[in-house]
């Protein structure tokens, strides 16, 4: 047996760049949460999905749709990856980035798109980096339909205005520009190991 640190798998790595940034990291499931539960009875008619499918991230706590140990370690990684983003934008704007979620644009969309947007730059990376283009398009479907549908409370004025509005992170990933720009270069390598 050779000696030295037991190899990490891609979960491991993002746990530990995470816990860089969040050294009070914690993964509960929202089903373990009475205000979590509480507050997916509220959001139901706008998020009907909240307790389920969605997961929360506030402050060190990243409140999974489920028990953290029953989600795929490469899902949870991917997730983990995304609510760093979060956590980080928390981090650098404290009160502003709770607040925004409630603001509503002239447009009749959210703020909240702003932080989603950037977080979900780390999926489109990720898929790019597993996949190229076909991968890459096959994410941006999936994150198009959650900017337009009931995942978010429709933040997103429809599927078309949010292709166009995700449109230019994409691109950001295809030239490569993303990838070399924080916090996505350190995802990427946590991911890549």
Known sequence: ?????????????VLALARAHRPGLRLVDKADSAWMRVSAV????????FLTQVTTVLGDTVYTPGP??????????????HELV????????PLWFYVSYGVVLPTWR????????RAYGVD??????????????RSLARIEGLF???????????????????APMAAAVRRGELQHSEPYRSVLAAWRG
């Open 148 to 166: 337009a549908g009931p995942a978010y409370g429709w933040m997103w004025g429809g599927r078309r205005a949010a292709k166009a509005y995700l």
């Open 124 to 137: 489109l990376v990720i898929a790019w980096e597993g996949g190229g283009e076909g991968a890459l398009a």
């Open 86 to 93: 979060h956590q980080l934008d928390q981090a650098e704007h």
């Open 110 to 117: 959210t703020w909240r798109a702003h932080w989603e947007r």
């Open 42 to 49: 509220l959001v139901r008619p706008l998020m009907p999905t």
């Open 1 to 13: 047996m050779p000696d030295g640190p037991a190899p990490t798998d891609r979960l491991d790595r």
């Open 68 to 81: 953290p140990e029953s989600i795929p370690r490469d899902l949870l990684a991917r997730i983990l990856a």
